[in-house]
């Protein structure tokens, strides 16, 4: 029972964030063709774009904003424009 648990907790997350039961380490019975988990994985590393995009935009602000109150000076922003964040 505790395992049927697990793995309907695991489905439940699966279906929510896009992965398969494989990807969370659940093996099934009757696995999915390769076609649909290409196309599921697509649409996750579409979707992790997207989230790097908007998080970027935040931590420009939050870094923005940490050095003009570091410096007790407001910059213009013109000056981040062409900061690159990469984490």
Known sequence: PFYG???MYASLFA???GLT???LGFPSD???SVEAIKASHENLR???KKAQR???SG???VAYIAVC???NQPYERTMFMNTKIIW
Do not use: H, I, T, V
């Open 5 to 7: 648990q697990l793995k």
């Open 15 to 17: 279906g929510g964030s």
């Open 21 to 23: 039961l494989d990807d």
């Open 30 to 32: 009757n696995p999915s």
């Open 46 to 48: 579409a979707s992790a």
């Open 54 to 56: 908007s998080f970027a």
């Open 59 to 61: 931590f420009l602000n």
């Open 69 to 71: 109150l570091r410096d």
